[in-house]
Structures are given as structure tokens and as C-alpha cells.
């Protein structure tokens, strides 16, 4: 019986990413009554990371490895390459916001705790690796294998990165003040962050970028983000401009501001990766899984 479950999920990767939902949402309905967000969080990250382990190792053709969450020196380098590239990106957006004009003023907080911002520190790089491993580990590798059956590689990898970060932007639909611009902010996101998965076959840059992302808009530069406003930075900007330019309540995701920064991770992805050959796709016929790692071959 538990042989011909596992013989299932290794042909069948549509369904074998439906399973490993359901299993990832029964597994951590438990969390869900603890008051320490951060708490909740890193219990969550715990059990999303090995039950990813346990899926590759169990229901994935190429064993571990296969999502990009293997926690060696070379992903723990890459993950720290995009920290950089995602501070980077936000300074970025600060200073085309001075340009611009709409970032009328910036002041450094005079009350600011060092040992208060280690909380969302903690936040961001706990949200970087489980949704980076999620989006562009689990679920882009298992679109791309089951549309690698029907399309040719490229054509299934486009189709995999569309609705993958679709289903990334829809994820991020229910915060406060979202908007359109909001939604096709978190689609083109959803896009660069699977670009560089698929460039370095691990999720270690795009989680990195994500968490620095999050932290540098919230706790260093004073921005809303994701429509959660700033309440405890280094630099307290006073913003003034129109919605559509600068996201208004919703932060810098939500206008064009935020756009300049997902244009900077590109570029700075394309810049780190210009080395990189193109990621090994699935044979022909076979049932070889196509992404995010070829460690276990190495």
C-alpha cells in the first residue's frame, strides 16, 4: 500500500504538490492558537523544512536537493549575496524616492533599539526562506515537471513561473490596503524571484533578497510594506505623492517606486548569475524531476 503511494507520487507531480499542501496546512493548523507570531513562525518554518526533506527524499525522482533548500557554505554564500542585492534594491527606491521628489524629508529615529529590530529581523528571514522555498522551491519544481510532460522546456517553464507567482500574488491579496498595481507588483516579483531560483538551482539568493526586502523597506527605511505600516526603523521618511507612484498606505509594492526595486533585483540578478548555464530540464519521456538542484548528482 505505502508502496503504491510513493509509486503514485513519483509519476504524478501535480498531485504529489496537492499532497504535500494539504499535509503542510494540517501540519501547522496547530500553530495558529500561539500568540508569538515569531514563535508561530519559526515552529512553522521547522516543520515546512522537513517536510520538504521528507518529500524529496520519499516522492521526488531526484531525491534531496531537488527543491534548493540544501543548507550547505554554497547556499549559505548565495543567501547572503542576496541580503546584499536586497538592501541594495531598497536603498535604490529610497534614493529614486528623493529624486523624484515624494520623499519629502528623512530623519533618523532618535529612539530607535538596535535589540528591538532583532524580532523583525528574525520575521523576515524566517518569511524569506519558507515562502522562497514554497513559491520557487516546491511548487515552481513541480509545475514545471507535470507541464514539462505536455510543453517543451521553455515553454513549461514560462507557464510554471507565470502561475507560480500568480499564486504568490494571490497569497499577498488579503493584506490591508492592496490594490491592482499591488497584485501586479507581487506577479513580477513572484517572476524575478523564480529567475534567479532557476539560475542558481537553489532558493538561497531569491530567499536572501526576499528577507532583506522586507526588513530594509519596514525597519531601515521607514516604509509601509505590504500595506503594514513602519513602526519601529532607523530612518523615518516623510513621504508625499500621488498613489500610483509611491503606493500610498500600502507602501512602496503598491506604485511605481516598487517596480524601480523589482528592476534593480533584476539586474543584480542577472549580474550575479552571468556565469550560470541554462538549468537542466527533464528528459524526454522521462520521469526525471526538472529544476531547482542537481546536488545529489555532483
Known amino acids: ?63 534531496a536537493g531537488t527543491y534548493g533548500l540544501t543548507l550547505d557554505v ?25 529624486l523624484m521628489g515624494v520623499i519629502v524629508e528623512a530623519r533618523w529615529a532618535n529612539d530607535i533599539d538596535a535589540l528591538a529590530l532583532l524580532t523583525p529581523m528574525a520575521t523576515a528571514v524566517l518569511v524569506g526562506i519558507w515562502e522562497e522555498g514554497l513559491f520557487r522551491g516546491v511548487v515552481l519544481q513541480n509545475l514545471w515537471e507535470s507541464l514539462s510532460k505536455t510543453l517543451s522546456q521553455s515553454r513549461a517553464l514560462g507557464l510554471a513561473i507565470a502561475i507560480s507567482s500568480i499564486l504568490f500574488a494571490g497569497a499577498h491579496s ?26 542558481t538551482e537553489r532558493v538561497a539568493l531569491c530567499a536572501g533578497m526576499h528577507s532583506a526586502w522586507n526588513f530594509a523597506q519596514l525597519n531601515v527605511f521607514g516604509f509601509a510594506m505590504s500595506g503594514n505600516a513602519s513602526t519601529s526603523s532607523a530612518l523615518v521618511p516623510e513621504i508625499s505623492g500621488s498613489a500610483w507612484l509611491t503606493g500610498g498606505e500600502y507602501g512602496p509594492e503598491g506604485g511605481v517606486l516598487g517596480g524601480v526595486g523589482l528592476l534593480v533585483m533584476f539586474g543584480l540578478i542577472a549580474l550575479c548569475t552571468r556565469s550560470a548555464g541554462p538549468s537542466a530540464g527533464p528528459s524526454t519521456g522521462s520521469s526525471a524531476s526538472p529544476v531547482l538542484s542537481q546536488e545529489q548528482e555532483r
Do not use: H, Y
Open 174 to 199: 488579503f493584506t490591508d490596503n492592496v490594490s491592482p498595481a499591488a497584485i501586479a507588483f507581487f506577479v513580477g516579483n513572484g517572476a524575478v524571484w523564480c529567475f534567479a531560483a532557476v539560475r
Open 74 to 98: 554554497r547556499w549559505g554564500m548565495q543567501w547572503v549575496l542576496g541580503l546584499t542585492a536586497g538592501f541594495v534594491a531598497v536603498g535604490a527606491v529610497f534614493a529614486t524616492g528623493l
Open 1 to 63: 500500500m505505502t508502496q503504491s503511494i510513493q509509486r503514485v507520487l513519483l509519476q504524478s507531480p501535480l498531485l504529489r504538490l496537492l499532497c504535500f499542501a494539504c499535509a503542510l496546512i494540517l501540519l501547522i493548523l496547530p500553530l495558529l492558537p500561539l500568540a508569538n507570531r515569531l514563535a508561530q513562525l519559526a515552529l512553522g518554518t521547522l516543520i515546512f523544512l522537513a517536510l520538504a526533506w521528507i518529500w524529496e527524499k520519499s516522492f521526488e525522482p531526484r531525491g
